[in-house]
């Protein structure tokens, strides 16, 4: 029993990549890079000797929301590596493409593509672990800012390995901001019940401010071991509470102590979870759609 999670550096995008104990497997959201392809890279380095279902080799995919920078590759994605699942977020189309929120220049394609997902699920595999997703409706998260309602309307994802001694928690979460992070907690108990104790915090929105949630951390209950984001560690946008002992544990990497890492700095992020529940962190550069590898730091726990 084991699990990896990699968190890819599709720049200013979203795309994560998650194989379960059970050898199924997640893919959360869809940007790419003009160099970089993550439906190439799992395709040809992660789905050989993937478990399956119903002759995907992808079991799940997640799509947080339909903004481009998380659906980019929908067209590689459908030739490469299509899922056998697909949990979105069900909108008035004609009412995102005139949303003044976002990038939509795949959106056809997508809302085209998802459409296809609508055929009644008899039967779902065994992840090995407990997956939980979280969200507000379109005409909730219009309630809480209606300018911002497709970032609000996230689906917020929570994955923990159970059944080992120690258990790892990972806490997705698309493009929530402020205001719809104390929403989801004042609307839900089993999210708040479902975020404590969170130890590797995907954040929202990229790592922005607006995205920040004083109130999402105390619902945790304790700090995460790493906050992980998207945007440079130097961009002027980057919320530095995420690097700030008060938000994060911090792990050594490299031998240096670290509470946040970004992938657009870093490159892509690894978290292995073993047998026992125990993880190892390993930062790498993939160049290529190929993916060569270069490894950056390695962290063994």
Not at 19 to 46: M, Q, R, V, W
Not at 236 to 243: A, F, G, N, Q, T
Not at 274 to 298: C, F, M, P, Q, S
């Amino acid at each position: 029993m084991s699990m990896k999670v990699m968190v890819f550096d599709v720049e200013q995008g979203a795309c994560a990549f998650v194989k379960t104990p059970t050898d199924h497997t997640i893919l959360i959201d869809c940007g790419c890079t003009e160099d970089f392809s993550p439906a190439l890279y799992i395709a040809d380095n992660e789905l050989g000797d993937a478990a399956g279902w119903n002759g995907h080799k992808l079991t799940q995919m997640v799509v947080s929301h339909p903004h481009d920078d998380h659906i980019t590759e929908v067209d590689a994605i459908k030739e490469h590596c299509s899922p056998a699942f697909l949990l979105r977020q069900n909108y008035d189309w004609e009412e995102v493409k005139t949303a003044e929120d976002g990038d939509y220049d795949n959106l056809d394609t997508y809302t085209t593509w998802q459409k296809t997902y609508n055929q009644t699920i008899a039967q779902y595999p065994d992840l090995g672990l407990k997956f939980e997703w979280f969200m507000l409706s379109p005409t909730q998260a219009k309630e809480v800012n209606e300018g911002k309602f497709i970032n609000n309307s996230s689906i917020v994802l929570v994955l923990t390995v159970t059944g080992t001694k120690f258990q790892e928690k990972f806490l997705f979460g698309g493009d929530m901001e402020t205001a719809g992070w104390e929403a989801l907690l004042k609307k839900s108990a089993n999210f708040r019940n479902a975020v404590k104790g969170v130890d590797f915090f995907i954040v929202p929105h990229h790592g922005h401010e607006s995205g920040f949630s004083e109130a999402l951390y105390a619902a945790m209950g304790r700090k995460p071991i790493l906050n992980i984001v998207s945007i440079h560690h130097n961009d002027e946008h980057i919320d530095l509470r995420y690097s700030q002992e008060a938000y994060a544990t911090g792990t050594d990497i490299d031998g240096k102590p670290r509470r946040i890492v970004t992938t657009r700095t870093d490159g892509t992020i690894t978290i292995n979870v073993t047998d026992e529940g125990k993880y190892w962190i390993r930062i790498e550069h993939l160049e290529d759609n190929k993916a060569a590898k270069v490894a950056k730091y390695n962290f063994g726990f």
